[in-house]
């Protein structure tokens, strides 16, 4: 505990090494995406190494501390506006895909004139949504042709689809 409070590297690295594995499993029984709970663990433990000053033997365990940390910035990040856009995101990309994959579908998409209703969507949305459904690109591609960041490129299919929703289902 000494060698933590002075900030010695070896004794992280032991801290790591021997609790990394719990946290991560906590992580993990609230967040399905273990790229993102790798993110979270890497997280928890730079403010753990920045905060470690303000641990209080005598108010409880080391691993309770952490663990609590840990706990907190996951639900932080589940709340976040950014992830639960993310998790939307991602199950359009999904379904869409689903959709794809199948050829009865494919040819549903023609009786539909998906195509045809694409027109009716801002022209950010369109071409974000032809490039993406039309022509097969992924959404990095389509950030890279277009010169736009990917957050914008993930933001006009979102709302090009919710758009699309709308006038297929009225």
Same mark, same amino acid.
């Given at each position: 505990?000494?060698?933590?409070?002075?900030?010695?590297?070896?004794?992280?690295?032991? $801290?790591?090494?021997?609790?990394?594995?719990?946290?991560?499993?906590? %992580?993990?029984?609230? /967040?399905?995406?273990?790229?993102?709970?790798? +993110?979270?663990?890497? =997280?928890?433990?730079?403010?753990?190494?920045?905060?470690?000053?303000?641990?209080?033997?005598?108010?409880?365990?080391?691993?309770?501390?952490?663990?609590?940390?840990?706990?907190?910035?996951? %639900? +932080?990040?589940?709340?976040?506006?950014?992830?639960?856009?993310?998790?939307?995101?991602?199950?359009?990309?999904?379904?869409?895909?689903?959709?794809?994959?199948?050829?009865?579908?494919? +040819?549903?998409?023609?009786?539909?004139? $998906?195509?045809?209703?694409?027109?009716?969507?801002? =022209?950010?949305?369109?071409?974000?949504? +032809?490039?993406?459904?039309? =022509?097969?690109?992924?959404?990095? =591609? /389509?950030?890279?042709?277009?010169?736009?960041?990917?957050?914008?490129?993930?933001?006009?299919?979102?709302?090009?689809?919710?758009?699309?929703?709308?006038?297929?289902?009225?």
């Amino acid at each position: 505990m000494l060698l933590l409070k002075t900030g010695d590297q070896s004794a992280f690295s032991y $801290l790591y090494d021997n609790y990394a594995g719990a946290l991560n499993t906590v %992580i993990c029984k609230l /967040i399905s995406d273990q790229h993102l709970a790798e +993110d979270i663990l890497q =997280e928890a433990f730079v403010k753990i190494w920045n905060n470690f000053s303000s641990y209080d033997a005598t108010k409880g365990r080391l691993f309770t501390w952490m663990l609590n940390i840990t706990r907190n910035l996951t %639900i +932080d990040t589940i709340r976040s506006k950014g992830y639960k856009t993310q998790t939307k995101i991602q199950n359009s990309d999904i379904a869409v895909t689903t959709v794809n994959n199948n050829s009865n579908e494919n +040819d549903k998409f023609d009786t539909l004139g $998906l195509r045809e209703q694409t027109m009716q969507l801002k =022209e950010e949305q369109k071409k974000v949504i +032809d490039l993406a459904y039309f =022509e097969g690109f992924t959404q990095e =591609e /389509i950030s890279k042709t277009l010169g736009i960041p990917l957050g914008t490129v993930k933001t006009r299919i979102r709302s090009g689809i919710s758009v699309l929703k709308k006038l297929l289902v009225t």
